[in-house]
């Protein structure tokens, strides 16, 4: 597909998105907040809705307050917590059996991105009962009201609670996005005390997916004031709070902080959308089980470098919007100022900059599965082809001798 293709289909969706309804969830704020949702289930309506978990959060008892909340209420939770870490086709139709065998009036979704995205389709399945989960690939492709949403994030990253998207992994290990403005979920809890349990590991990933939303949203094409300015706010936020977070998995002032970040950089790329960082991650991830944010953590430098002038611009003024750049510095010197900062940021993290699992057979197929994603639906600064992607894949493997250690 030819660049100036992508270009105009990108040019075309961002004067069409200006027309599209968006919204925001209702969002609950502050310590406790989730004991506050049974609330609003009640004026929805809601009596008997879908807990859509994972097994470590429901084996750690982390939805225990919650439930026995909805249950002084009056409502009936009805638990399903078989999401894998990345959820699977089989997941959501397994979530959406049991919305259909129990007569599901409501979805909650408790957890990270995974539960996240799992109650999201399943809801899509909800709304478009004829529809396959692969037939609802793509955008646009639900276009019916979902039942009522409620997002309560237990990590601090992938701004589901907020976005249009929801990502799902096939039979043959390949993820696959689902987009669709009725997948906003109407009510968002953002209670920093669920994400105190959060592992030191499991923060740090969290976190740099939260900054490569905010970073790619920035930087692409189809960025508009607003959305620039989520992402500045989200970008300052993580730098400021990100490895007190780490360090400090107690402190609730970070974790919040790390929660509002999370939430803005997730509607900053749901209006403006991601890039290659975010396809590269997805080909990695898929094929070898690596997380979703440490692969966006590991991915952003090499990503970032392979726009070269194309990015230097807009990462010069995140550079100086997080007061890391010099003052006689140039455009290009600021920009790799940023991706450095985000280089050492992985490293105080214990986040690997290198995956050696990757192996070299594999690349081109990665390739050609990033270009796939990537090509004409991500409006990055500079459109990458399957050469340019096997050449970043290869300094991810580490398998360069030559490659300057991060």
């Given at each position: 597909?030819?660049?100036?293709?992508?270009?105009?289909?990108?040019?075309?969706?961002?004067?069409?998105?200006?027309?599209?309804?968006?919204?925001?969830?209702?969002?609950?704020?502050?310590?406790?907040?989730?004991?506050?949702?049974?609330?609003?289930?009640?004026?929805?309506?809601?009596?008997?809705?879908?807990?859509?978990?994972?097994?470590?959060?429901?084996?750690?008892?982390?939805?225990?307050g919650l439930c026995a909340a909805l249950e002084r209420a009056g409502i009936t939770p009805i638990l399903f917590d078989?999401?894998?870490?990345?959820?699977?086709?089989?997941?959501?139709?397994?979530?959406?059996?049991?919305?259909?065998?129990?007569?599901?009036?409501?979805?909650?979704?408790?957890?990270?991105?995974?539960?996240?995205?799992?109650?999201?389709?399943?809801?899509?399945?909800?709304?478009?009962?004829?529809?396959?989960?692969?037939?609802?690939?793509?955008?646009?492709?639900?276009?019916?009201?979902?039942?009522?949403?409620?997002?309560?994030?237990?990590?601090?990253?992938?701004?589901?609670?907020?976005?249009?998207?929801?990502?799902?992994?096939?039979?043959?290990?390949?993820?696959?996005?689902?987009?669709?403005?009725?997948?906003?979920?109407?009510?968002?809890?953002?209670?920093?005390?669920?994400?105190?349990?959060?592992?030191?590991?499991?923060?740090?990933?969290?976190?740099?997916d939260a900054l490569s939303h905010a970073v790619e949203a920035y930087i692409g094409h189809s960025n508009t004031k607003?959305?620039?300015?989520?992402?500045?706010?989200?970008?300052?936020?993580?730098?400021?709070?990100?490895?007190?977070?780490?360090?400090?998995?107690?402190?609730?002032?970070?974790?919040?902080?790390?929660?509002?970040?999370?939430?803005?950089?997730?509607?900053?790329?749901?209006?403006?959308?991601?890039?290659?960082?975010?396809?590269?991650?997805?080909?990695?991830?898929?094929?070898?089980?690596?997380?979703?944010?440490?692969?966006?953590?590991?991915?952003?430098?090499?990503?970032?470098?392979?726009?070269?002038?194309?990015?230097?611009?807009?990462?010069?003024?995140?550079?100086?919007?997080?007061?890391?750049?010099?003052?006689?510095?140039?455009?290009?010197?600021?920009?790799?100022?940023?991706?450095?900062?985000?280089?050492?940021?992985?490293?105080?993290?214990?986040?690997?900059?290198?995956?050696?699992?990757?192996?070299?057979?594999?690349?081109?197929?990665?390739?050609?599965?990033?270009?796939?994603?990537?090509?004409?639906?991500?409006?990055?600064?500079?459109?990458?082809?399957?050469?340019?992607?096997?050449?970043?894949?290869?300094?991810?493997?580490?398998?360069?001798?030559?490659?300057?250690?991060?």
């Amino acid at each position: 597909m030819t660049k100036w293709i992508c270009r105009a289909y990108q040019q075309i969706m961002r004067a069409a998105e200006a027309f599209l309804p968006w919204r925001e969830p209702l969002l609950l704020e502050g310590e406790g907040s989730a004991l506050r949702l049974p609330e609003r289930l009640l004026a929805d309506g809601v009596r008997k809705p879908l807990l859509v978990t994972g097994p470590t959060l429901h084996r750690l008892g982390a939805m225990d307050g919650l439930c026995a909340a909805l249950e002084r209420a009056g409502i009936t939770p009805i638990l399903f917590d078989r999401v894998d870490n990345d959820p699977t086709i089989a997941n959501v139709e397994d979530a959406y059996a049991c919305y259909r065998e129990n007569s599901c009036d409501g979805i909650i979704a408790f957890g990270g991105g995974s539960p996240m995205d799992c109650a999201k389709v399943c809801g899509a399945r909800v709304a478009r009962p004829n529809r396959t989960v692969q037939q609802l690939k793509g955008m646009l492709k639900i276009r019916h009201s979902l039942p009522p949403l409620y997002a309560v994030p237990t990590t601090a990253g992938t701004g589901s609670e907020v976005t249009i998207a929801a990502v799902v992994t096939d039979e043959h290990h390949r993820k696959f996005a689902v987009g669709d403005l009725s997948l906003i979920p109407c009510v968002a809890v953002l209670d920093p005390a669920l994400t105190v349990g959060m592992p030191p590991r499991v923060t740090a990933a969290s976190g740099m997916d939260a900054l490569s939303h905010a970073v790619e949203a920035y930087i692409g094409h189809s960025n508009t004031k607003v959305t620039r300015e989520n992402a500045v706010q989200a970008a300052r936020l993580i730098f400021e709070n990100l490895e007190t977070a780490y360090r400090d998995g107690e402190k609730l002032s970070a974790r919040e902080a790390m929660q509002k970040a999370a939430y803005q950089a997730g509607l900053a790329f749901t209006r403006a959308n991601v890039g290659y960082v975010h396809a590269v991650a997805h080909a990695i991830g898929g094929r070898y089980g690596i997380a979703h944010g440490a692969a966006c953590a590991a991915a952003m430098p090499p990503v970032l470098r392979a726009y070269g002038r194309f990015a230097w611009k807009p990462l010069a003024q995140l550079a100086d919007a997080m007061g890391i750049a010099g003052e006689n510095d140039s455009t290009e010197q600021k920009a790799d100022r940023m991706i450095r900062s985000i280089e050492g940021m992985n490293t105080r993290l214990g986040l690997p900059l290198h995956y050696p699992q990757i192996a070299r057979e594999d690349i081109p197929v990665l390739a050609a599965q990033a270009a796939n994603e990537g090509n004409l639906f991500y409006p990055a600064p500079k459109i990458l082809d399957q050469s340019d992607l096997a050449a970043i894949l290869e300094e991810l493997s580490g398998s360069d001798e030559n490659m300057e250690n991060g």
